[in-house]
């Protein structure tokens, strides 16, 4: 398993990458197809996030799916450990989850899941207020209140539904955006409790 580290605003000693390696390899037991892992530091330059000064970033590059985690802690070692930490515990569930899913708790398709999911409103009530609206770069914002944009794009292979849950377990994320592969459209599946999952799809008109 190659290991690569990074610092951003900060420099790490040969202990620290030493000590990076012996942690990162018992990752293996938990996924013994990891090719590469990526580590990123980062120092916070604002003395007001003390106790969140140090940021890590853990992303493991396997023969599946992209495995991602991070923690942030007042120091490199502290913040190391919770980011690892965090990304067993993601390889744990989703072994888990891949194991429940050959048993009784088998996710039903996107079709399935939707056929008996109430309606949405698409249009807010109309108010007689008046809201005034301005400009956010290229976004009409209604209101005074503040808007941040972080805009991502990323490529996208069509995937059943097992392997959206699959992948949503690996990066540790409460949702995921993906194309189904059975009808086409996007969807996002996202956690509701232990096991119990839901699907949002979207239905394109003309």
Same mark, same amino acid.
């Given at each position: 398993?190659?290991?690569?580290?990074?610092?951003?605003?900060?420099?790490?000693?040969?202990?620290?990458?030493?000590?990076?390696?012996?942690?990162?390899?018992?990752?293996?037991?938990?996924?013994?197809?990891?090719?590469?892992?990526?580590?990123?530091?980062?120092?916070?330059?604002?003395?007001?996030?003390?106790?969140?000064?140090?940021?890590?970033?853990?992303?493991?590059?396997?023969?599946?799916?992209?495995?991602?985690? %991070?923690?942030?802690?007042? @120091?490199?070692?502290?913040?190391? *450990?919770?980011?690892?930490?965090?990304? &067993?515990?993601?390889? #744990? $569930?989703?072994?888990?989850?891949?194991?429940?899913?050959?048993?009784?708790?088998?996710?039903?398709?996107?079709?399935?899941?939707?056929?008996?999911?109430?309606?949405?409103?698409?249009?807010?009530?109309?108010?007689?207020?008046?809201?005034?609206?301005?400009?956010?770069?290229?976004?009409?914002?209604?209101?005074?209140?503040?808007?941040?944009?972080?805009?991502?794009?990323?490529?996208?292979?069509?995937?059943?539904?097992?392997?959206?849950?699959?992948?949503? %377990?690996?990066?540790?994320? @409460?949702?995921?955006?993906?194309? *189904?592969?059975?009808?086409?459209?996007? &969807?996002?599946?996202? #956690? $509701?409790?232990?096991?119990?999952?839901?699907?949002?799809?979207?239905?394109?008109?003309?």
């Amino acid at each position: 398993m190659e290991i690569v580290v990074n610092a951003r605003h900060c420099d790490v000693s040969d202990r620290f990458r030493s000590h990076v390696e012996e942690k990162l390899a018992r990752l293996e037991k938990h996924d013994h197809r990891i090719i590469r892992m990526q580590v990123e530091v980062e120092k916070e330059r604002n003395p007001r996030q003390q106790d969140r000064s140090v940021r890590v970033e853990l992303t493991a590059f396997t023969k599946g799916p992209v495995v991602r985690a %991070e923690a942030c802690a007042a @120091d490199k070692m502290a913040a190391l *450990d919770l980011a690892l930490d965090k990304m &067993a515990s993601q390889m #744990r $569930r989703a072994a888990d989850r891949r194991r429940v899913h050959h048993g009784r708790h088998t996710p039903v398709s996107v079709g399935q899941a939707l056929a008996g999911s109430a309606s949405v409103p698409t249009q807010a009530a109309a108010t007689e207020d008046v809201v005034l609206e301005h400009q956010v770069g290229p976004i009409a914002v209604l209101g005074d209140g503040p808007l941040v944009v972080r805009e991502k794009s990323h490529p996208a292979t069509p995937m059943t539904l097992d392997q959206a849950l699959y992948e949503m %377990e690996l990066v540790g994320h @409460d949702f995921y955006l993906y194309v *189904d592969k059975e009808s086409e459209r996007p &969807a996002v599946v996202y #956690r $509701r409790k232990g096991y119990d999952y839901g699907v949002i799809s979207l239905d394109l008109v003309g």
